[in-house]
């Protein structure tokens, strides 16, 4: 269990059987008055904030997450299929939980699974892949637009802004905290 | 050089610091006020409902100088201060720290209303010509203040009753949530005649004895400052800490010993005045800093 003393940011903690992240946290306490806890926090489920003040003495129970490395296989409907590739074990993650991860998933990637309650509830992916682009607008030379980028898309169909001298064909990496093109890769 | 870049690049704020704390010792050199030193480490903290006091080999550590420091005025010195740590278990934040520095001085003959005063004139030489600037925003420190009383903030900014948010069990959140936030924009604020409740060591208003003759000051919706006209009637004291008492322990919280010498001393006690004043709270608005750990050398976590 933890009080409300121990809510930092970061924290995860269960809320009507869903787990939460603290996203935002501030100790406040007027002159004389009661200690008060201010948070802001994400469902890490629905991706979904909300702000709740608690109050000394509350108590909270742990989110217990577990990160399991799985390797990405396909997408099937709706759902991505993983598989543990010692146990050969092989799970089911809705598309909607996965939020911006699945713009980065080609096959075979290797990601950690967040479990909660032995069930899947996302992926976290490396903060860095390499993504070939599979279309993308030849670069017009003496461009007097002034235009210092270009849409492409990726083989995950993933569209994004790259520089002009990208061209069809050449791989990229992306940087998956926030989704920009980062470097051409040399190969 | 690796070094500890943390520290080395407070260097800035903790000179600014320096010079704050310097000028506030100025003032009160100026106004014919004693500056004295009182044990940091007490037996009898006063009871207060959420103040928490650190045990210390069986005494405590101080939440404030405030007890030692009206036995003072007990004995005759009228114009005292005294700037000096004191602890409050459990506290921190961006504006809070467990160990802090504390400004209290006490006036002997004077009310909370002369107290605002001098608050004025105190934080305008300490600020200097540099005025404020806090968080982007500039506050004037050379007007008048604003003025406004506890009752009046609740219903233009939490939309509803002082007395109303405080049976609903209210105050502290919507003080936090609406009323801080407004507090101390364009000038200094001072918000005041808290309600009787609130003010466990503060004389009652004598034409409206629901509210207590407390004030606080705050300067870009950080609470910097609070005051009372004294509370000195021994037997009213020991009835208001009784009930301060009964509070913790209701709440499961430690007791303390009764403060038996600053209750023996209360009768001595003239007419005064006091107020505590966070320091660190200063120095962030006035050295524009959004972080209490900041304008410290040391914050508990880097020890």
Aim: with cysteine.
């Amino acid at each position: 269990m933890y009080t409300a003393a121990d809510l930092r940011k970061g924290l995860k903690i269960t809320i009507d059987n869903e787990p939460y992240i603290i996203t935002h946290f501030d100790f406040a306490k007027p002159g004389k008055g009661q200690a008060l806890y201010r948070t802001r926090m994400k469902n890490m489920i629905s991706g979904l904030t909300m702000d709740r003040t608690y109050r000394s003495g509350e108590t909270f129970e742990p989110a217990h997450l577990e990160d399991r490395r799985m390797q990405y296989l396909y997408q099937e409907d709706d759902h991505c299929v993983f598989m543990d590739t010692e146990t050969f074990e092989q799970i089911h993650i809705s598309e909607a939980a996965m939020g911006d991860a699945k713009n980065y998933l080609i096959d075979n990637l290797m990601v950690d699974v967040l479990i909660f309650r032995e069930k899947a509830i996302g992926v976290d992916v490396p903060n860095f892949v390499n993504l070939r682009v599979t279309q993308t607008d030849p670069w017009v030379k003496g461009d007097t637009s002034g235009s210092d980028s270009k849409p492409a898309t990726v083989e995950t169909g993933y569209v994004l802004r790259v520089p002009p001298f990208i061209e069809e064909g050449e791989l990229i990496t992306i940087d998956t905290r926030t989704g920009d093109y980062s470097t051409r890769v040399k190969e | 050089m690796d070094g500890n870049w943390t520290l080395a690049r407070r260097r800035s704020n903790l000179a600014g610091r320096g010079a704050i704390i310097a000028s506030i010792r100025n003032f009160f050199q100026q106004k014919g006020y004693l500056e004295v030193e009182t044990p940091f480490r007490i037996p009898a903290p006063a009871p207060e409902a959420q103040i928490e006091a650190i045990p210390s080999a069986g005494w405590f550590l101080q939440t404030s100088p405030e007890l030692c420091m009206k036995r003072m005025l007990s004995a005759g010195y009228p114009r005292i201060y005294q700037i000096c740590r004191c602890w409050r278990e459990g506290e921190r934040g961006v504006r809070h720290l467990s160990e802090f520095t504390m400004l209290e001085w006490y006036r002997a003959g004077a009310d909370y209303r002369q107290l605002m005063e001098e608050t004025e004139e105190l934080v305008r030489a300490a600020a200097g010509s540099a005025g404020i600037a806090y968080r982007g925003a500039t506050i004037d420190v050379a007007s008048s203040w604003e003025r406004i009383t506890v009752r009046d903030a609740f219903r233009r900014y939490a939309g509803i009753g002082m007395e109303e948010a405080l049976e609903g069990g209210l105050f502290d959140e919507l003080m936090v949530e609406k009323i801080e936030p407004r507090l101390g924009l364009a000038t200094p604020t001072f918000i005041y005649d808290y309600p009787a409740s609130c003010g466990a060591l503060a004389r009652l208003k004598k034409d409206d004895p629901t509210v207590a003759e407390r004030f606080e000051l705050y300067i870009g919706g950080l609470e910097i400052a609070n005051a009372f006209s004294e509370l000195t009637d021994a037997g009213e004291q020991r009835a208001r800490f009784e009930a301060e008492a009964a509070e913790r322990a209701a709440m499961g919280k430690a007791g303390y010993p009764v403060a038996e010498k600053f209750l023996a001393a209360l009768p001595s006690m003239p007419e005064s005045a006091g107020i505590a004043l966070g320091i660190d709270r200063l120095v962030m608005v006035l050295l524009d800093a959004g972080s209490i750990d900041d304008v410290v050398a040391f914050t508990q976590e880097e020890l």
